[in-house]
Each structure stands twice: as structure tokens, then as C-alpha cells.
């Protein structure tokens, strides 16, 4: 029957001489079954060149108890200014809740020449980056403390980059490379701004990538896929803040977050012999057998 329909149908169309109209009738169904639904975005960026002072722009600042505490997290120069606090560091936050993949940026550099805190014997250089996607605004002194959906930090430059992210069961926390540290070769961050790009999928592998203007090449580690992640994330709230507990001060710069569009999968094309592609053969069969297609000699 199918074979027959489609014989009539070829037979009609190549009778008038227009084989495009044929194969265009071909492709019809493939073209109307492939769509493509891009997801919502929310991307965001601040390069923070404004006037010195509060910094504003929908941002929240806290250092140690303070929130907010304009005198210690502040613009300066055309950049976020941050001080660190014992067990408290210091940043900003703002609503700003995200979905996966997304791809983030930011600069940062700390004046801080000052041995790090907790890391006896007092090997590194205390001035390092923390960014927290999707926590919750119930911590103290600051949403940082709270529970979040995940969350990449490095102290120093010269030790692993930790991805954290929360399970139903807790916290899981994975550092990369996992190597010794001080790590061979990598460098403690500088008064000279470095840049650090971060890439997490769906599933929340990732790719961390840091240029440092005194390594002739980036580093980059990779994380696996979250094994168990909560389903639905804790909260709204975006975090960019130091990890440290000298005064610093720690500077950022220059943040991009960048929602990447996810494509649904594209749909396998409308076979001939399934219904809707049988309704667009007796359609098209139709017109023509009724005159009222045009086809051109
Ligand atoms: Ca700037």
C-alpha cells in the first residue's frame, strides 16, 4: 500500500517534470521533525570599572562578621578590592541562580606577600580565588557558609584546585591534580593579575584552565562527573570571594558567567511508513491528484 502511494506520488510529480518539488516533498517531514530548543539564559557579566567605593551594582560584600562591610570589599582603581579574614575571607554575592553547562571567567591577583595561614609549614603565598554557584542565604557570616550546589576554590596557586558540591548524604569534595603540593611547577598567585576560566557540564564535569603572566603555558585540570549531586540546588545566591585570612588585599576582575544553550536532541527523522509521515504523503498525494499544486514543466 505504502510502496503504492509512494509510486502514485513520483509518478504524479516526475509526469509534470519537477523533480525538486519531489525531493523537496522528501525532505519535508526530516526538516519539520529536526528542532532545535535553546534553554534560558542568564549570563552576566561586571568589569567593575566604576568609582571607587561600594561596590554595588546588585552585589552584597561581607568581610569576617561584617555584612555588609563596604570599607573592606570595595572598588579600587577599577577593580574589586577584597580582604581576607581568619576562617571568614571576605567577597561578594548577589542573586543569581544558574544552570548547567555554563562557562565562568574572572581575573585575580592578590598584593598579599604574606605566608598562608593554615598551611604549616607556611610554604605559600596567602591569596586565592573561591566561587560558589547556587547556595543558599542562610550561612553566617555570609551565603559562602551555607550549603551550596557547587563550588571551585584554589588557595595560593601553588596547590590543587578543589571542586566541592553537595550531595544528599553531604559534601564531596575533589581536588585536582591531587598532587603534592607546593605542585611542581605551578606558581603562588601575584600582584599581576592571572586568569582563571572554568567550564562545568551538565553533570558537572569541568575544566579549570589558569593563565599566570609568569608561566609560559595555562594549566588545566579536568573533573569528573558528580556522582549524586542533589537534584535541585540549595539556592539562588552567586559568590566570588578570597579564600584567605591576611588582609591581602585580594583583587578581582573583568567576571563573565556565560549560561551555555543546550540543544535538545535532535528528533530521528519521520519515516515513511510511520503515521504523520504517511499524512504528509496522502497530503501532498492529494493536492496533486486535486489540481491544486502548481508544477512547473
Ligand atoms: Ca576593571
Known sequence: MIYLIWKSLIKAVFAHGNQQLCVGMCLLAVAASAVLVPAARCDFADDFNRSDGPVDNGWSSWWNNEQPSPGHIRIENNELRTEGSLGKAGGVFRQLPVTFPLQCSFDFRTASTQDECHSPPHFHNDGGWWIIFNCDSSGTPAPAYGLAALEFYQVAGSRNIVQKYLTPSGWVIVERP????????????????????????????????????????????????????????????????????????????????????????????????????????????????????????
Open 178 to 297: 591531587g598532587a603534592l603540593e607546593p605542585i611542581t611547577d605551578w606558581v603562588d598567585f601575584s600582584s599581576v593579575f592571572s586568569y582563571i576560566d572554568i567550564f562545568v557540564n551538565q553533570d558537572f564535569s569541568a575544566t579549570v584552565t589558569i593563565t599566570h603572566p609568569s608561566l609560559p603555558e595555562p594549566i588545566t585540570v579536568s573533573f569528573p562527573a558528580a556522582v549524586n549531586p542533589v537534584s535541585s540546588p540549595p539556592g539562588d545566591q552567586l559568590m566570588l570571594c578570597n579564600t584567605n585570612c591576611t588582609s591581602g588585599p585580594h583583587y578581582f576582575d573583568n567576571f563573565t558567567l556565560i549560561e551555555v544553550p543546550v540543544a535538545t536532541p535532535t528528533p530521528a527523522p519521520v519515516p515513511i511508513s510511520s503515521p504523520a509521515g504517511m499524512a504528509v504523503l496522502l497530503f501532498v498525494f492529494s493536492l496533486v491528484l486535486a489540481g491544486q499544486l502548481t508544477l512547473h514543466k
